[in-house]
Structures are given as structure tokens and as C-alpha cells.
Nanobody, 121 residues
Framework: QVQLVESGGGLVQAGGSLRLSCAASGNIYSVNFMEWYRQAPGKQRELVAG???????VYGDSVKGRFTISRDNAKNTVYLQMNSLKPEDTAVYYCNADVKTRFGSPWYQAWGQGTQVTVSS
């Protein structure tokens, strides 16, 4: 019913930048929190950053000061600007959103398919 489509991943050298985008589409009544997670091989998925519909933001400790999350509520799109990238930022990045499909329905979490970010040293 709701699809999240990520884009913007790729290969970059250490110190470089990338910008990820995630657009939500489908049967959407409301979108609350939108978040980016990442998962590196052999590691657990971790929260990178999140932003509420009102603009409140949270960041994981490892990305504070380097990554910036933003969103366009009119487009149901969230962005992740990643600067000063490090090899340890290499992971699959997933978009997550809390959505409602109609008035009165419960919130549920939608996930994107993931986009690979690789940072070379």
C-alpha cells in the first residue's frame, strides 16, 4: 500500500559527500517520523538519523556533525546529506517511515529496499 524508494547511494572516497533521498508513495493519509537506518555486513541495523513531521531531529552519535537529515512534507520525501564520509560509514542505508493509510487507522512502519553506500579509503 505504501512504498518507500531510496536513491543516491554509490561509491565515494573518504572525505567525500553523498545525498540520499527517500520518497514515500501509495495510499498515504499521514506520515510521522521518517528515519534512516544502516546495516553493515555482520553488524546490527542502527539508527542514523530521524526527523518528525514537525521538524524535530535525532542523530546517531557516530554521524553527528557530519550528516544532516531533512524532509519535504509536501512530497513525503526525506533526505540525508552525508559529508566527511568515512570507510566505516559503508553500509546499506534503509529508509523507514511511520505512516497511516487513512484517518483512524493505526500507524505502521514502512521500509525501503535499501541503497548501498561504499566509502573507499
Amino acid at each position: 500500500q505504501v512504498q518507500l524508494v531510496e536513491s543516491g547511494g554509490g561509491l565515494v572516497q573518504a572525505g567525500g559527500s553523498l545525498r540520499l533521498s527517500c520518497a514515500a508513495s501509495g495510499n498515504i493519509y499521514s506520515v510521522n517520523f521518517m528515519e534512516w537506518y544502516r546495516q553493515a555486513p555482520g553488524k546490527q541495523r542502527e539508527l542514523v538519523a530521524g526527523v518528525s513531521s514537525g521538524g524535530s531531529k535525532v542523530y546517531g552519535d557516530s554521524v553527528k556533525g557530519r550528516f544532516t537529515i531533512s524532509r519535504d512534507n509536501a512530497k513525503n520525501t526525506v533526505y540525508l546529506q552525508m559529508n566527511s564520509l568515512k570507510p566505516e560509514d559503508t553500509a546499506v542505508y534503509y529508509c523507514n517511515a511511520d505512516v497511516k493509510t487513512r484517518f483512524g487507522s493505526p500507524w505502521y512502519q514502512a521500509w525501503g529496499q535499501g541503497t548501498q553506500v561504499t566509502v573507499s579509503s
